[in-house]
Structures are given as C-alpha cells and as structure tokens.
C-alpha cells in the first residue's frame, strides 16, 4: 500500500546524510528531489555561509521556511532539509502534515568525522566543534525523534537506508 502523503522529507543533524540518501532514494522511487539549503541559495543568490554571515541567522531561517513550503507543494518529491529546520515549530508543522518524515541519525563522533574539514558549516566555526555538535544534537533530539521513521546512518549503507525507507514509507 503506497503512503497517502506524496512527499518524503529526510530530516536530521548535519551530516547525516540527508544529502546523500534523498538523491538516491528520489531515484529509486522515481520522485522529483529538492534540497531546502539548493533552493534558499538559489533564491538569495548566495551562499549559506554568506547569508549567515552578511544577513546573519534569522534572515536564513526565513528564507529556509519559504523554501519549504515551496518544495512541499509538490508531489512525489524527497525532500532533503537543513540540519536546523526542525527548531521552528512553523516547519514541524508543515512537515507532520505534507510530508513522511524520516529521521536519520549519527553518533557526535562520526558526525564530526565527516564535517572537520568542511570550511562551510557556519554553525560550527567555533573553539571546540565536537563539543558544539554534542550540545546542539542533544538540543534538537526531542525534535528528530517526532517522526514517521528512523534510521541511523551509521548502521546501514546509503543504499541500505533507501530500501528501509521505501519499506516503512509503504507499509504506513
């Protein structure tokens, strides 16, 4: 039975692989596939690290929100989203009632792993990143776990985690 909602939306702390896993799975299912941060540069015209910096973080949030609702309107689509989205009770809004929503998950220590040497993450130029990564996952967590699935990224290959996702996002 094909799940009534026509959108999945892959949500989860940076680094996750949100952006790995939402390209292949839109592949595999035949689904359009939509990045929130590619559509807010795409409308600002700039990077995200440039609109944290020159318009600063509440300015990003807006635009995030707009390039939500945009990519939601549509119908058989995955959804990648940023990191931060879900700290807005606006968007878990959207997302409970537009999207299947999944939660991908990574220990700190392997998140990190993954971003030290990504220059672009604005959030994370700081003293100590991991420490900045374990406080701002476990900030976010309550919001991660209210979802349709989960699935830890650590313990499954991409492809993996695709195939696990089509399966829960067809038996609801």
Not at 11 to 18: D, L, V
Not at 41 to 52: L, P
Not at 62 to 82: I, R, W, Y
Request: glycine fraction near 6%; charged fraction near 30%.
């Amino acid at each position: 039975m094909k799940n009534e909602k026509k959108c999945i939306a892959l949500i989860g702390f940076m680094a996750t692989g949100k952006s790995t896993i939402g390209p292949l799975l839109a592949r595999e299912l035949e689904y359009d596939y939509f990045d929130t941060d590619a559509i807010v540069e795409a409308d600002m015209g700039m990077s995200i690290s440039d609109i944290f910096a020159q318009l600063g973080e509440d300015a990003f949030r807006d635009a995030e929100h707009e390039a939500l609702k945009k990519a939601l309107t549509m119908e058989n689509c995955v959804l990648s989203t940023g990191g931060g989205i879900i700290l807005f009770k606006r968007n878990r809004k959207l997302l409970a009632e537009k999207a299947f929503v999944v939660s991908l998950s990574a220990q700190p220590e392997t998140i990190y792993g993954r971003v030290k040497d990504d220059t672009t993450r604005p959030l994370l130029k700081c003293e100590d990143p991991l420490l900045r990564i374990r406080q701002m996952l476990a900030e976010r967590q309550k919001y991660y776990d209210v979802c349709d699935f989960q699935i830890s990224t650590e313990t499954w290959t991409a492809e993996a985690c695709c195939q696990k996702i089509k399966e829960a996002f067809y038996l609801k």
